[in-house]
């Protein structure tokens, strides 16, 4: 065996997954529910309806997704996207490239809107792109790039139009506001600003999009209308009927999570994000590093920064997780060498975490 659990917890300040709340984790141990148990059917009843706050929506079918992030945005697709129909996705980093590979295994007409990685997506771009797409795509929260773009001013263009949203990053991080913002299908992750480990997708559908939703998806397991036992729930748990077994462990630690960050409330929540985020990038500026994504579209939760001239970015990562037991992100794709991302996510939005990163990237960069 090769395998040796380290003897601290190691720091997740990376791009996801982050520390997940205490609650969170107490949460994995209790004793396991079944997926039709009466006390399961409850917890998950609460479970959505918490999710329906973080998202800022009165959706009916608001639920999480038996899998990561991915498959949320798998999900939308197959659920929204038929051959022939006319996608347009916005373009900005990894994460808006991976929708365009997923609209286009539905057989979609896709229409990529490029931007430069480091900067936001141009909402009036986007709605110029076609005169009526089926679909509007875009990302809230890069995390491969570190940068948040207007979901809002999107939402007032969308027309006709579905508004597809990836709000992975986003969700219990930024503002996000589904229905304000008109978002029509939403998807997210557990493991990054929620605090709660790996394992389930966050999900949310409008009924504008429900009845224009695709009848028989490609995908069995991500078909939302044979998910219907979870989702038209009428409070008794009368109607839930085996489709698949839900991870029940993982949906008791979400409840445990959101619980969490409502108890806190969620502005407090978000503006904890927002302090820490502030933190570390003015930290990193004084350090005399450049941060990567563009100034007014900064994430506070994600970090990007620019690795300095002649310097090793995987030695440095590598001697922060060794010494230091904090693990960061290196970049995505061709920056990989170039650039940092750093997070502060969930429980690890606090100051103590942003010197933290601040001291030890101080100490390792000395050398
Ligand atoms: C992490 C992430 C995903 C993918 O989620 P997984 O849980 O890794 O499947 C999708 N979109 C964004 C913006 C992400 O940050």
């Known amino acids: 065996m090769t ?8 720091h997740l300040f990376g791009p996801g ?18 997926h039709l148990d009466p006390a399961f059917l409850a917890l998950m009843d609460e479970t959505c309806d918490h999710l329906r706050q973080v998202w800022g929506t009165q959706n009916r079918r608001t639920l999480p997704l038996s899998a990561t992030g991915s498959a949320g945005m798998e999900a939308g697709f197959v659920n929204t996207v038929e051959p ?38 141009d909402p009036q771009r986007l709605a110029d792109a076609h005169p009526n797409p089926k679909v509007i795509a875009a990302v809230h929260a890069e995390t491969s790039t570190g940068v948040r773009s207007d979901i809002k001013a999107l939402g007032e263009l969308k027309d006709d139009a579905l508004l597809l949203v990836d709000a992975v990053t986003a969700i219990g991080g930024i503002e996000l506001k589904a229905d304000d913002w008109g978002i029509d299908v939403g998807y997210a992750g557990t493991q990054k600003c929620l605090g709660v480990p790996p394992g389930l997708a966050p999900f949310t559908i409008s009924e504008r999009a429900w009845e224009r939703r695709v009848q028989k998806p490609q995908s069995w397991y991500l078909d939302l209308g044979l998910l219907g036992g979870y989702l038209d729930s009428d409070g008794t748990g009368g109607g839930r009927t085996y489709h698949h077994t839900a991870p029940t462990a993982m949906v008791a630690a979400l409840h445990a999570g959101l619980e969490r960050i409502l108890a806190e409330g969620l502005d407090a929540v978000i503006a904890r994000h927002a302090k820490a985020g502030r933190l570390l990038q003015e930290g990193l500026q004084e350090m005399g590093l450049e941060l990567f994504a563009q100034e007014g579209s900064r994430l506070p939760d994600l970090t990007t920064v620019k690795v300095p001239e002649g310097v090793d970015a995987g030695a440095v990562r590598g001697e922060l997780l060794e010494r230091f037991n904090i693990e960061i992100g290196a970049g995505a794709g061709k920056f990989a060498k170039s650039v ?13 975490s942003a010197e933290l990163v601040l001291a030890a990237l101080r100490a390792v960069l000395k050398r």
């Open 17 to 34: 997954p982050g520390n997940p709340y205490p609650e969170a984790t107490a949460a994995l141990g209790h004793p396991l529910l079944g």
């Open 84 to 121: 022939g129909d006319v996608v347009v996705v916005g373009v900005n980093g990894l994460f808006g490239q991976r929708m365009c590979d997923v609209a286009a295994r539905c057989g979609a007409e896709v229409i990529p809107v490029e931007f430069d990685w480091g900067t936001p997506v």
């Open 3 to 10: 395998f040796s659990q380290p003897l601290v917890a190691r």
């Open 340 to 352: 940092w991302r750093i997070g502060l996510m969930g429980p690890n939005a606090s100051e103590d």
